[in-house]
């Protein structure tokens, strides 16, 4: 009972942050504040994707096929599926948790970090910020990586999802109540069937 409410509570608060992150471009227009402006402009360098129902069950049959694909794949190399699944996991982890979680964090705690500029070697230039934010993240993927078998590993894997979540409401923007209905119903008939009936 204990486990089941924690993961309702888990669930909520990834929904709260995730609707509260998706909101952010209604929010720096609605502000007048000379950091909501600059905040205002760097949403508009984002991009994001309108989703249409024929997008939404392209998804549908997206998922379906790299699933099957997958489930072929590791009927006969289960072990390099299994690594390449935690080398994507890893690579996505990191650049969202480092796009959504430690660079806004240390633009708080550290703004001028952001105003300087160091040169990464046969990389790219960026600022401090960003650097060493990308730096945190790719620790916590090291440690998640050598630490995925203990106790608390879910921790991070759950920190991770929680970035790709919010990411994932970013990126696509649902324009009407109708995309929204025909993506999670066919994902839920999806999940049904990829789960309980095969």
Sequence with gaps: LASAFLIWVLGCFVEILASWTAARPERAQLSGTPKERHMRAALQQEESHELSVSGALCYLVLATVGLLVLYGFAKYHARYVVFFMLGIFSLIGCIVATQLGT???????????????????????TTVAHACAAAISGWLVLWWLTARHSGYAWLLQDFFAVFICCQFLLALRMSSIKVSTVLLVSFMVYDIFMVFLS
């Design 103 to 125: 660079h806004p964090l240390l633009q708080y705690l550290a703004p001028s970090w952001e105003n300087r500029q160091v040169t990464i070697p046969y990389v790219c230039t």
